[in-house]
C-alpha cells in the first residue's frame, strides 16, 4: 500500500521568504503521480501544484515550484515569496494512474500547517 | 457560478441519529467523492462514485452510506454504526479526464458534531 508522510506538522515564515515543505512516499509503482494541495482557513481545498513521475522535469506554478526526486520518494514544495494569503495548511497528495486500477483516488498526508508572518 | 455545494456547513446530532450530508455539483463532472478529515490525520476517503448508479467503498466506508442517483448529486449518510462520526466531511469531484490527472474540485465542507 502506498503511504504518504510530512514530517513538518507546522511551519512558519517571514512574508517575501522562500519557505521549503517536505513530503516523502511510499509506493513500488513506477508510474504515478503527486500533488501539493492548499487548504486556506476557509476549508476549502485547491490544487497548487502536480508532477508526474515519469517526467524528470520539475513542475513550476509561479511562485510555487517542486523537487522531485524519484529514487529518494521524496516531493518537497518549494513557495518562494511568501505571502499572507499562503498562510494554509498544505497536503500533498499520491496517486496511481487510472489504469493501475486507482480510481483517480488520492491518498494524502497530513498535511503541513504554514503561518506566513508580516 | 460552477462548483460544488455541501451543505448544511455545520451540523449538530445526537448520539445514535443517522444524518445525511448533501453535496451537489453544477460541473458536469462525472467522478465524485466523499473524505473524513480528522485533525492530525490528512484526508481519508469514504466513498467514491464514478457513474450514476455506481459507487464503490473507500479506505474507510464502515458506518457510510451514499447513494447516487443523479450526477449532480451525491449525498454521504452518517449512520448510527459509525463509532466517532465527529468530523469534518470534504466532497469532492472530478471529469473523467480529470481523474487521471488527480485534480480534485473541492466544496467547502461539513463539520459534524455528535453530542
Known amino acids: 500500500a502506498q503511504t504518504v508522510t510530512q514530517s513538518q506538522p507546522e511551519m512558519s515564515v517571514q512574508e517575501a521568504e522562500t519557505v521549503t515543505l517536505s513530503c516523502t512516499y511510499d509506493t513500488s509503482e513506477n508510474n504515478y503521480y503527486l500533488f501539493w494541495y492548499k487548504q486556506p482557513p476557509s476549508r476549502q481545498m485547491i490544487l497548487v501544484i502536480r508532477?508526474?513521475?515519469?517526467?524528470?522535469q520539475n513542475a513550476t506554478e509561479n511562485r510555487f515550484s517542486v523537487n522531485f526526486q524519484k529514487a529518494a520518494k521524496s516531493f518537497s514544495l518549494k513557495i518562494s515569496d511568501s505571502q499572507l494569503g499562503d498562510t494554509a495548511m498544505y497536503f500533498c497528495a499520491f496517486m496511481k494512474p487510472f489504469y493501475g486500477g486507482s480510481q483517480g483516488n488520492l491518498i494524502f498526508g497530513k498535511g503541513t500547517k504554514l503561518s506566513v508572518k508580516p | 457560478d460552477g462548483g460544488i455545494t455541501q451543505s448544511p456547513k455545520y451540523l449538530f446530532r445526537k448520539e445514535g441519529q443517522n444524518v445525511t450530508l448533501s453535496c451537489e455539483q453544477n460541473?458536469?463532472?462525472?467522478?465524485m467523492y466523499w473524505y473524513r478529515q480528522d485533525p492530525g490525520q490528512g484526508l481519508r476517503l469514504i466513498y467514491y462514485s464514478q457513474i450514476v448508479n455506481d459507487f464503490q467503498k473507500g479506505d474507510i466506508a464502515e458506518g457510510y452510506s451514499v447513494s447516487r442517483e443523479k450526477k449532480e448529486s451525491f449525498p454521504l449518510t452518517v449512520t448510527s454504526a459509525q463509532k466517532n462520526p465527529t468530523a469534518f466531511y470534504l466532497c469532492a469531484s472530478s471529469t473523467k479526464d480529470r481523474v487521471n490527472t488527480g485534480e480534485l474540485f473541492f466544496g467547502e465542507g461539513s463539520r459534524l458534531t455528535v453530542l
Open positions: 508532477q508526474e513521475a515519469y517526467k524528470q
Open positions: 460541473l458536469n463532472h462525472d467522478a
